[in-house]
């Protein structure tokens, strides 16, 4: 007679797969007062673990599946784009820059995380926890975004769920200053095998656009600008935001969404049958600006931006319609992707 095993299947973790020789490259652990780097291709989309370290410099540059971060004090941690989730437990008095579609901590004290979050940023059980928009590039940054399946414009790195808020008002996070940069924070590595990486962290040539959040916003007024896809759109809205800032140092960019829309959601947030085709040729990306003067000046900036070319741009008309506007594409952009 044949008895088949009942019992529970060990966990299995990527790296079980592998040559047991290479298992050490992928888990960092009880570093003191060390600089341990992974370079591009070295790591191509396997987990990583970075466990019982201290005093440490960590960078990560290349794609990841999932990160887990695990008992670390006063390291700086660099993780390239990561296609699933970053979990930090028990650390203290870190500094980390990460670009994730997932980012929650629990029982951590006094981590400052530069964030490109898809979804919503959840801290648990942690306090004194500060964040900023991600601001950082190098050569294979953009190509590792895409390998991770994150979009640059997709960044809730302000929209902080606290599973477990106390009474007193920002006590367990807060925002970093806009004015702060991330190499105050997490120093650039030294050597010559960063060198072809030509890294920069300084927030005018990051990869990632640089979004003001839920920080209070210096002007009333607001536009929502749309770019439609037609192979140009992720180009141009680059050169948008760039072409604004030079206009106006003063303007801002709140918040950012790529999404899918469908005909219906079309009607319903543009309250008009004109953008119907645009919105059946892929992902649009939604722009909301503030300053004072904003409705004008992305009027201008888009006829600009925009001359001699042949596709489809939504610009709000008044600043009384954009507001409205901007609540109702980013209502529905959070919608659909469950924010």
Not at 177 to 198: H, M, N, R, W
Not at 215 to 228: A, I, N, Q, Y
Request: glycine letters at 4%.
């Amino acid at each position: 007679m044949h008895l088949e095993e009942t019992a529970d299947e060990p966990k299995v973790y990527s790296w079980d797969k592998r040559d047991k020789s290479n298992v050490e490259d992928f888990i960092i652990d009880g570093k003191k007062g060390e600089t341990v780097s992974r370079l591009p291709g070295s790591v191509n989309g396997e987990q990583i673990v970075i466990q019982n370290c201290q005093d440490s410099n960590i960078y990560i540059f290349d794609h990841i599946a999932t990160v887990s971060v695990d008992d670390c004090i006063n390291c700086n941690i660099f993780l390239g784009p990561i296609k699933s989730s970053v979990f930090i437990r028990d650390c203290k008095q870190c500094r980390v820059a990460v670009a994730c579609q997932q980012y929650r901590t629990r029982d951590c004290f006094q981590v400052d995380s530069f964030l490109l979050c898809g979804t919503q940023p959840i801290i648990e059980s942690s306090s004194r926890m500060k964040f900023a928009c991600f601001s950082f590039n190098y050569a294979q940054l953009e190509q590792q975004f895409k390998a991770a399946s994150l979009s640059i414009f997709n960044n809730n790195w302000s929209n902080i769920h606290d599973f477990t808020p106390v009474p007193e008002e920002d006590v367990n996070f807060s925002y970093i200053p806009p004015e702060s940069k991330l190499s105050d924070f997490i120093p650039l590595p030294e050597g010559t095998e960063f060198e072809s990486l030509q890294l920069s962290s300084d927030s005018e040539s990051s990869l990632v656009p640089q979004t003001w959040g839920r920080r209070r916003k210096l002007s009333d007024e607001s536009c929502l600008v749309v770019l439609f896809n037609d192979g140009s759109g992720v180009e141009r809205a680059i050169r948008l935001i760039q072409s604004l800032k030079a206009k106006n140092p003063q303007c801002i960019l709140v918040q950012s969404k790529e999404i899918s829309m469908q005909p219906d959601d079309s009607r319903r947030v543009f309250e008009s049958e004109s953008y119907i085709t645009a919105v059946q040729r892929g992902p649009v990306i939604g722009l909301d600006f503030s300053c004072d003067g904003c409705v004008s000046l992305c009027q201008a900036a888009v006829v600009e931006l925009m001359a001699g070319a042949t596709g489809v741009v939504f610009v709000s008309q008044s600043p009384q319609m954009a507001e409205k506007q901007v609540e109702a594409f980013f209502n529905f952009a959070d919608m659909q992707m469950g924010i």
